[in-house]
């Protein structure tokens, strides 16, 4: 499961990554019954076929506001954690297909979450 990354677009998956996932579901008192690893690999699998753009378009606005909070607490933790370190200013030709990819991605997202924040 560590290949599969969920981006902003539908991506495909393989029949290697079913082998990840339990073969049921089964719920206690509410609960699935599913260790870390499977809760996991179940989410990795789902997000990444369905893509984070169509997350955010099926999400209530709640949970996209929890979502945003999360990011921002996780930034925020992550500023007042950080060691000091040089900076590397990466010129464009520098960065790989992927960076770019994310990043493009990245900024897709963040304007589909604005646009939902505005009425």
């Known amino acids: ?41 179940l989410l990795l699998v ?3 076929n369905v893509g984070l753009a169509s997350l955010l378009k099926i999400l209530p606005q709640e949970s996209v506001e929890e979502l945003r909070k999360l990011c ?5 933790k992550k500023k007042r954690t950080a060691k000091p370190r040089r ?6 030709h520098s960065k790989t297909r992927i ?9 897709e997202i963040l304007r589909k979450i604005q646009e939902r924040k505005e009425p």
Do not use: W
Request: net charge negative.
């Open 87 to 92: 900076l590397t200013v990466l010129g464009e």
């Open 72 to 76: 921002c607490e996780k930034e925020e």
């Open 46 to 48: 789902v997000l990444t």
């Open 1 to 41: 499961m560590r290949d599969l990354i969920p981006l902003a677009h539908v991506q495909k998956i393989s029949y290697q990554h079913l082998n990840d996932l339990p073969e049921k579901l089964e719920l206690i008192a509410g609960d699935f019954v599913l260790s870390e690893s499977e809760k996991k690999a």
């Open 99 to 107: 960076t770019r990819e994310l990043e493009k991605q990245t900024e």
